[in-house]
């Protein structure tokens, strides 16, 4: 029984369409998933901002609302307002800034990517 050698060697038409198709969707992904992290990213650089803001106890929480709308504003953040924002406020001792939300970025067709994040920081003593 006679090998044929030269039949055998490399990639099938096939396999390289299966591999370009593999890159492709990952490619789509990344393309789809990143900018959420850097939404996320502008997010946690706003929060750690107003943290460092001065006078923030003394603000009402409409003011630190406001403050955190201009900030997402001018970092052109799209999936969070400062209506997502949960702000908890113990007279001039104690301030709590909570930020929970979920973004769903639809891939292809019916194929959906959901992630949530989870954000804040406390400030004073309870």
Wanted: aromatic share 10%; glycine share 6%; proline share 2%.
């Amino acid at each position: 029984m006679r090998y044929y050698r030269s039949k055998s060697e490399g990639l099938t038409f096939i396999s390289i369409v299966v591999i370009l198709m593999v890159i492709a969707f990952f490619t789509l992904l990344i393309l789809k998933i990143g900018p959420i992290y850097y939404d996320n990213s502008l997010v946690k650089k706003s929060l750690s901002n107003l943290k460092a803001q001065p006078g923030l106890m003394d603000m009402s929480k409409r003011q630190i609302s406001q403050s955190l709308e201009k900030r997402f504003d001018v970092g052109y953040v799209k999936d969070v307002t400062a209506k997502d924002v949960i702000i908890t406020k113990r007279g001039n001792h104690y301030l709590k800034v909570e930020l929970e939300y979920e973004v769903v970025e639809n891939i292809i067709g019916n194929l959906d990517v959901l992630v949530t994040f989870k954000d804040g920081f406390e400030l004073g003593d309870r």
